[in-house]
């Protein structure tokens, strides 16, 4: 892997990690459609994605920095009184928690074996054209959906915010977080989705879906950090390191950017790049096999 | 029987399933790759589960009261 073919990586990584596009897909594909002849599964390659990993969640750490202290300092003093409040950081911890569960248990036993079978450019193509059909449908059938109590039918985005989320439907979302498993189905699509089924308006239902996925990408990013001390690791600290400073800044600007563009915009655009790309993909790499 | 029973034993069997990931020779179940090595990322995830599990049973037990 050059430097240039690194960075690029890495600002696609952290682009792509949150919008509602689907990282895995787009690192899978890209580097196939632009001819690189890049191993993603070799050993070398794990401790620079580790890095664009940690990258990815400082940003969204950095970002939502006053949340995470908040939800921390309320759950220190939640479990230490041994009771529930009324407080509304406490009650978001807790939902955080309850979400983050099911998407570690199937990311812990799954992901393997599931990237075995489908981290193969042609999969992930077909994924994300299904990744772009679950964001329209979500978009459509959100609207289809009788208003809550006491608010108005789920139009341009009126709906609930997370104080409305209860346990089920954090455990919900955690589930639809793990549809991402699948290369080509976006993380933050399809929590997005779930929230907005949930009936959440797209800003509350953005803001829980980066804020769930934080916990998920740190882990996934320190539970692999042994691999810097490999000697197959250690020739690529140094890009490593930029690398994951680059994935981090354009993750925090990408954040910004959605946390602003989810106030008033929708999911639809993302479904139709996908949709774009996806056929795109699949006509190149169809074709290109021939 | 306490609501905190239930949620203690969960935590109890939650840190002797991360013990048995750490045990090397042993077939270990739910692993993708060298069944008999140690798994410490198993482990991690057992120990954190037997974590909130204990979390739990603190709740549940105050609840009782």
Known sequence: MSVVQALWLAVLQGVSELFPISSIGHTVLIPRLIGWDLDQQSPTFLPFLVALHLGTASALLCFFWRDWLAIVVALIRSVARGKLSTDPDERLGWLLVFGTIPTALLGFFLESRLKALFAAPLAASVFLICNGFIMFAGERLRRRQPAAAGQPRAGRDEGLGLESLTWRGAVLIGLAQSAALLPGISRSGSTIVAGLLLKLRHEPAARFSFLLATPVILAAGLLEVPSFLTPEGRPLLGLAIVGGLLAGVTAFLSVKFLMRYFQIGRLDPFAYYCWAFGALSLIVLTVARR | ?65
């Not at chain 2, 069997?13 to 140690?38: C, E, K, M, Q, R």
């Open chain 2, 1 to 65: 029987m306490t609501r905190a029973f239930v949620p203690a034993l969960l935590a109890v069997l939650f840190v002797l399933a991360a013990v048995f990931y750490l045990i090397p020779g042993v077939t270990h179940p739910l692993v993708s790759d060298s069944p008999t090595a140690i798994h410490v990322k198993h482990a991690i995830l057992f120990a954190g589960l037997a974590v909130l599990s204990l979390v739990w049973a603190r709740f549940a037990a105050n609840a009782t009261r």
